[in-house]
């Protein structure tokens, strides 16, 4: 996604805070007076990890990623950064510990299917019935 220098029309990245061809500063950027962007929040990853694997570890990422603007646009600069960082690596832990869960779900009915699979193909089937 990107937006229009209102000055010269000039296509600029929506992180951008001036135009790189005019200088003027972009209309997204006027509402804060600050040069600079708040930190990455997070806030989507973390919502979206919470939803699709790790309740606990997400509700840490949204709790951080919920205090990057809020500290950012309260002046707290570092704060925001650590809470940016913070917000990543919950992120990052729920997303790979959801990896590993669901792997381990796929590898346990792979198991299971292939047990139940070479119980009924092999001599299994017949034991059961002769056990009846
Ligand atoms: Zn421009």
Known sequence: MSTYCSNCG??????????????????NANIN?????PPKTWLVES????????LP????????ASKVESRFYA???????LAS???GKWTKISLWV????????ILFYVVIIATSVAGLTGAGIFNQWLNL
């Open 47 to 54: 919502i979206l990890v919470t939803l699709f694997c790790c």
């Open 57 to 64: 570890f997400g509700i840490a990422g949204i709790v951080n």
């Open 98 to 105: 959801g990896v590993a869960v669901i792997t381990a779900y």
């Open 85 to 87: 960082a913070s917000a």
């Open 10 to 27: 000039n296509e600029v990245s929506e992180k951008a805070v001036v135009c790189l061809k005019c200088g003027a500063s972009v209309s």
């Open 75 to 81: 002046g707290d600069i570092d704060g925001a950064n």
């Open 33 to 37: 007076k600050t040069s600079a962007q």
